[in-house]
């Protein structure tokens, strides 16, 4: 503001002497009907300008003058900035919930039971008919319990299978786990798309309703100014004046004021007071979005949350009928066509020194979200090369007759226990 009131005098041609504001305050109503801060002492005569960031509002307007606005903005939520969840190998796993999981792992395991009893009470799996004489000839059931274990597995991972129903009853089954398997592949694969390319920041809270929908976060803003007066509904106008002259007219608002106001500890003497306090605990600060931008231009743990909340813009305050206010508005317009004030902004703001991280897509996968299926295949493996062994130690041992016929004809070996098959 300071580079700004330069210009603004260097083209008005005057001299000024710059005084500290006594309270330190902006400038809000008191109890007693008197204005604290700046906006007072404009009121009583102590000053001729308050050049600061000084919110244009319709209050303060009626005691004193504002110039055009130089700067636009509105209430903001700044939040401490949640940090990147770690890399995570089984992050393929998280387009389905944990219940979702459970719940395909149990269908699996009764679909596949069902359609192994289903099997060997219908008739029409025991028999297959003869297309040369028509008639029905037997033949062994092809869903033995691991035939059927093995025939789902194969539906749900969308693969083929040798094995094809003949009953009406298997086949009404089978087709519905297939639509199931369906729907369910087509829900994992939309969803694996938009978790493995992009590196999610979790934020607890996304706009002002969810800030106040909630306890944990606590939330507050600085205890006298324009921010405050925007959430404060006073009881004279409650009272008297009802619902025409709130300034927080949105329910959400009101009930935000009314847990800031139940809990004075959540005002803050000064906005570095509030950066300090969200930076240090689970608080969000409710903040004029100029600064705001400022702050989290300069630290890269500030973040913030949602849009603006209201619209208004900063302007240089003047006792009620000074002179000097067709001057000043006329240089601030001037400098606004210049782009000056822009310029100014883009200088004082920005902090090219400072470079946070930003979540970015990924163009190729480096591991981190799919190296759990690497652990799966090698754990695979290992129970693989185990079956295996345990395959050759329970294998019957044929006998010289039947090794005699081994030779010549290709026979599997069986197992000794008939629960596999």
């Excluded at 969840?85 to 393929?92: A, I, L, N, R, Y």
């Excluded at 089954?173 to 938009?194: K, P, R």
Aim: charged share 20%; net charge neutral.
């Amino acid at each position: 503001m300071r580079y700004i009131f330069v210009k603004i005098a260097n083209i008005l041609k005057f001299t000024y002497t710059i005084q500290k504001v006594r309270d330190n305050a902006y400038g809000s109503k008191e109890s007693n009907g008197k204005w604290s801060g700046m906006v007072g002492e404009l009121q009583r005569g102590d000053a001729d300008l308050a050049v600061a960031s000084l919110t244009i509002s319709y209050g303060r307007s009626e005691v004193i003058d504002f110039t055009v606005p130089y700067m636009h903005l509105g209430i903001s939520i700044l939040f401490k900035k949640p940090r990147i969840t770690d890399s995570d190998w089984f992050k393929f796993m998280d387009p389905l919930s944990t219940q979702v999981w459970i719940m395909t792992f149990a269908s699996y395991f009764v679909v596949s039971i069902a359609i192994w009893i289903i099997a060997k009470i219908s008739p029409y799996e025991q028999f297959e008919r003869d297309e040369d004489n028509g008639q029905y000839k037997p033949v062994d059931n092809q869903f033995s319990l691991r035939n059927s274990f093995w025939f789902t597995v194969c539906s749900l991972m969308q693969q083929g299978s040798e094995l094809c129903p003949r009953a009406a009853s298997t086949r009404l089954l089978t087709g519905i786990w297939w639509f199931f398997a369906l729907i369910l592949i087509s829900s994992y694969t939309a969803n694996l798309a938009a978790v493995l390319t992009t590196r999610r920041m979790e934020t607890p809270i996304e706009n002002a309703d969810d800030l106040a929908a909630q306890t944990k976060i606590k939330y507050g803003t600085l205890g006298r100014g324009s921010t405050m007066s925007f959430f404060n509904v006073s009881a004279l106008y409650r009272t008297f004046w009802n619902f025409f002259f709130q300034e927080s007219k949105i329910e959400t608002y009101e009930r935000m004021w009314q847990l800031m106001s139940s809990s004075p500890g959540l005002f803050v003497q000064s906005s570095k007071e509030g950066i300090a306090r969200v930076k240090s605990s689970d608080y969000a600060y409710l903040m004029e979005s100029s600064m705001l931008e400022y702050a989290v231009e300069r630290d890269c743990e500030l973040m913030q949350i949602g849009g603006l909340i209201d619209q208004k813009g900063y302007g240089i305050g003047l006792p009620k009928g000074s002179p000097y206010r067709e001057l000043i508005s006329t240089a601030i317009l001037r400098l606004q066509e210049k782009t000056e004030l822009t310029e100014l902004k883009e200088k004082w703001w920005k902090d090219k020194s400072v470079v946070c991280e930003q979540p970015k897509r990924k163009d190729q996968d480096d591991g981190e979200s799919i190296g759990g299926i690497f652990i799966i295949l090698v754990v695979g493996l290992v129970l693989t090369a185990v079956l295996v062994i345990f395959e050759l130690i329970t294998t019957r041992k044929p006998s010289p007759a039947q090794s005699q016929v081994i030779r010549h004809v290709n026979v599997i070996p069986t197992f000794k226990f008939e629960f596999f098959r």
